[in-house]
T-cell receptor, first 115, second 114 residues
Framework: AQKVTQAQTEISVVEKEDVTLDCVYE???????LFWYKQPPSGELVFLIR??????QNEISGRYSWNFQKSTSSFNFTITASQVVDSAVYFC????????????FGTGTRLTIIP | DTGVSQDPRHKITKRGQNVTFRCDPI?????LYWYRQTLGQGPEFLTY????????KSRLLSDRFSAERPKGSFSTLEIQRTEQGDSAMYLC????????????FGPGTRLTVL
């Protein structure tokens, strides 16, 4: 069975601070995919990144960066120089490469950026 | 490129009534997924289609729930004899079938059962 844990339920930081959202996953598969989605107050899930289990290179996209460590089964997400528009609920998700690719989500981290 | 659309966006119904939701995927996507999200939780998988074939259903999907995708394009999710516990956001997502491709989500249908 697969599982995603986001231990941080809520985080608040002052604008321009850096913030890291933690994600720990469990799977028995050797091939799997990890995702981050953002859910702003409007409710629509917005895709941010996908990573496969064979690619442990960290990735940076503007103010966003992701740190994937198979040794600790973690896929953490860092926002640098946070902005008010970053306020949202962020979900980490896992899919196993068995053909259906259904996503297993964590419970999400609500991030509030204080102006 | 038009995204995933869902209709209605909000639905309020009385317990015991039937409701139907519609999802229109991104046009070239042949996979379509339904998820349910309750307050404070992450989305949970309900079912998915590849073209018109329903390939998997979660045990969360009771006999009161039925989903169809008759022509491999839009999909409907029907809930019969609604219960208060069905109150949730129902999310639809679509993807290509090409190895593992990213699922793109619609805005969701928020169901409130009184």
């Amino acid at each position: 069975a697969q599982k995603v844990t986001q231990a941080q339920t809520e985080i608040s930081v002052v604008e321009k601070e850096d913030v890291t959202l933690d994600c720990v996953y469990e799977t028995r598969d050797t091939t799997y995919y990890l995702f981050w989605y953002k859910q702003p107050p409007s409710g629509e899930l917005v895709f941010l990144i996908r990573r496969n289990s064979f690619d442990e290179q960290n990735e940076i996209s503007g103010r966003y960066s992701w740190n994937f460590q198979k040794s600790t089964s973690s896929f953490n997400f860092t926002i640098t120089a946070s902005q008010v528009v970053d306020s949202a609920v962020y979900f980490c998700a896992l899919s196993e490469a068995r053909g259906n690719e259904k996503l297993t989500f964590g419970t999400g981290t609500r991030l509030t950026i204080i102006p | 490129d038009t995204g995933v659309s869902q209709d209605p966006r909000h639905k309020i119904t009385k317990r015991g009534q039937n409701v139907t939701f519609r999802c229109d995927p991104i046009s070239e996507h042949n996979r379509l997924y339904w998820y349910r999200q309750t307050l404070g939780q992450g989305p949970e998988f309900l079912t998915y289609f590849q073209n018109e074939a329903q390939l998997e259903k979660s045990r969360l999907l009771s006999d009161r729930f039925s989903a169809e995708r008759p022509k491999g394009s839009f999909s409907t999710l029907e809930i019969q004899r609604t219960e208060q516990g069905d109150s949730a956001m129902y999310l639809c997502a679509s993807s290509r079938y090409r190895g593992t491709d990213t699922q793109y989500f619609g805005p969701g249908t928020r169901l409130t059962v009184l």
